[in-house]
């Protein structure tokens, strides 16, 4: 079974930075979509963006477009996303997860989800 675990976030002022990690273990990873989503308190969980099996193909959320940059390394079993130009709309807990059937926007379409880290933005 496909175990994520996040890391990397934390409390950052506006127009700050941070790289989020998500590694995974248990099965070989290179054959999943690696999705990222964030949940802010009393909201419903969103798709940022995601990144292909290969890392040949990215994708991301209108909101987050420009700004975050996502990317893997299969040979450490690792998605990244880094966040730059941060503003305290994007404070929310941030989830990866896992699809074997590529990327998608949909929460529904992933079946194996990391815990999640907190991102804090203050103004």
């Known amino acids: 079974q496909l175990q994520l675990v996040e890391s990397g976030g934390g409390l950052v002022q506006t127009g700050g930075s941070l790289r989020l990690s998500c590694v995974g273990s248990?099965?070989?990873?290179?054959?999943?979509?690696i999705g990222w989503f964030r949940q802010a308190p009393g909201k419903e969980r969103e798709w940022v963006s995601c990144?292909?099996?290969?890392?040949?193909?990215?994708y991301y959320a209108d909101s987050v477009k420009g700004r975050f940059t996502v990317s893997r390394d299969n040979d450490v079993s690792t998605a990244y996303l880094q966040m730059n130009s941060l503003t305290p709309e994007d404070t929310a807990v941030y989830y990866c997860?896992?699809?074997?059937?590529?990327?998608?926007?949909?929460?529904?379409?992933?079946?194996?989800w990391g815990q999640g880290t907190q991102v804090t933005v203050s103004s």
């Open positions: 997860a896992a699809d074997r059937r590529g990327c998608s926007e949909y929460v529904i379409e992933y079946h194996d």
């Open positions: 248990g099965v070989v990873v290179d054959f999943y979509a």
């Open positions: 990144v292909s099996e290969s890392g040949d193909k990215t």
